[in-house]
């Protein structure tokens, strides 16, 4: 933790604590999503005819799938967390759309993901770790 003029400026290496909460986000979410982006890869029939519900054609759950396996996995090395949380922040806003407006869905937990990848975005912004 540091100082300049009045305000208080916390990074993620500021303390063992929030080091330790950082990596367990990053640990959790990257679990989820490569479990997310592996099943839409591997064409689990739930996957499958979501994509179809959704009209899109599925391209959309091939293209999904890689850019959650290969963000999920940035997300284990602190250098590359920052781009992958960042990666999945605009992937999971368009899953918000979809399940809004285009499905009538209810997108709470989507909303709270994005709300961790963003907090994991901030987090390891390249500032805070310098």
Known sequence: MGTKG??????????RGLTIVVWVL???????????GGSKLFGVAEMVSFFTEVGFGQ????FLGVLEVGSAVALFF?????????????????????????????????????????LIVYLRRPSANA
Do not use: E, K, N
């Open 6 to 15: 009045d305000l208080i400026v916390i990074s993620a290496s500021s303390s």
């Open 26 to 36: 990053q640990v959790l979410t990257g679990c989820l999503f490569l479990f997310a």
């Open 59 to 62: 391209w959309l759950r091939y």
């Open 78 to 118: 602190p250098r590359q967390a920052f781009y992958g949380a960042m990666v999945l922040s605009v992937s999971l806003v368009g899953h918000i759309v979809i399940h809004a407006a285009v499905l009538r869905r209810p997108a709470a937990f989507l909303v709270f993901l994005l709300a961790v990848t963003l």
